[in-house]
């Protein structure tokens, strides 16, 4: 059964850090660019940062520059490193393929930044 479990949310100040963790099954780690998404209080889900299998990163504009991403092969984990947060990055965070294929979406992980 493919599973995607996100944690790492919390609350934190404007300017500070975060680092998102999503531990996917291999079954979709292994075949698929894994990327973070995130959905704001009465917004659509929006994508935010892919990184395939081979290492190639790719950002929204939004937060271009602040976040990166990264994935351990070995342990079926994708991160992601948010730096200089701001109020509007609050939202809830998932990780899933890039682009989604369907699996299930995990519970996804809050991340609230106070101004």
């Known amino acids: 059964q493919v599973q995607l479990v996100e944690s790492g949310g919390g609350l934190v100040q404007a300017g500070g850090s975060l680092t998102l963790s999503c531990a996917a099954s291999?079954?979709?780690?292994?075949?698929?660019?894994m990327g973070w998404y995130r959905q704001a209080p009465g917004k659509q889900r929006e994508w935010v940062a892919t990184?395939?299998?081979?290492?190639?990163?790719n950002f929204a504009d939004s937060i271009k520059g602040r976040f990166t991403i990264s994935r351990d092969n070995a342990k079926n984990m994708v991160y992601l490193q948010m730096n200089s947060l701001k109020p509007e990055d609050t939202a809830v965070y998932y990780c899933?393929?890039?682009?989604?294929?369907?699996?299930?979406w995990g519970q996804g992980t809050q991340v609230t930044v106070s101004s």
């Open positions: 899933n393929s890039v682009p989604v294929r369907g699996f299930s």
């Open positions: 291999r079954s979709i780690f292994s075949r698929n660019a």
């Open positions: 990184m395939t299998s081979g290492g190639t990163t």
